[in-house]
């Protein structure tokens, strides 16, 4: 089992920035996938952004791609989004996740993501 707590959320202006952070706990293998994936109203969840705990690979949506950086920090078994460059369709609610990352031509889906946080909503503002 593996517990995810979500922070750093709030409201900002277009262009502006913020850092999501997302604390693990419980049974963190080196194969696991953490990420970020959101919701805007009316609208699916989509992937952002995600590394695998044990290689650092990274992957991005490409909407996130070049403002967004996810990184991580071993020590404290957290996660972070790092949000630049902001703009108004960034605007949902983002949630931490891990699992087994699935990807494809296409992009990454949630299919293999078991473990999920509460969420913490972002909005920007135009």
């Known amino acids: 089992q593996v517990q995810l707590v979500e922070s750093g959320g709030g409201l900002v202006q277009a262009g502006g920035s913020l850092r999501l952070s997302c604390a693990a706990s419980g049974h963190i293998f080196s194969s696991i996938a953490m990420g970020w994936f959101r919701q805007a109203p009316g609208k699916e969840r989509e992937f952002v952004a995600a590394l695998t705990w044990g290689t650092s690979s990274t992957y991005y949506a490409d909407s996130v791609k070049g403002r967004f950086t996810i990184s991580r920090d071993n020590a404290k078994n957290t996660h972070y989004l790092q949000m630049d460059s902001l703009r108004p369709e960034d605007t949902a609610i983002y949630y931490c996740?891990?699992?087994?990352?699935?990807?494809?031509?296409?992009?990454?889906?949630?299919?293999?993501?078991?473990?999920w946080g509460k969420g913490t909503l972002v909005t920007v503002s135009s």
């Open positions: 996740a891990a699992g087994d990352l699935v990807c494809s031509a296409y992009g990454c889906t949630d299919y293999g993501m078991d473990y």
